[in-house]
């Protein structure tokens, strides 16, 4: 897991840069300890991102919006 927010969003829009047809992006809440986990895959390589903070939903929400400008751009 990656801890820092900005080296996360970095590194995802650059893998997905790097590999546009085989990156995956998901986002999971895990209710047993009140986590939201981001990851971003392209199966050699796979970030993670977690927190249990409400100020990083509006930072995932954005991210969200990013990544699928990328993928509908991709086409």
Sequence with gaps: YLEDWDEFVAKAEALFQAHPDKTRYSIKYRHSDSKLVVKVTD???CLKYKT???K?????????NT???LMAGAQ
């Design 52 to 54: 249990d903070q409400d």
């Design 67 to 69: 990544m699928m400008k």
């Design 56 to 64: 990083d939903v509006r930072r995932i929400e954005k991210l969200s």
């Design 43 to 45: 199966d050699s390589v």
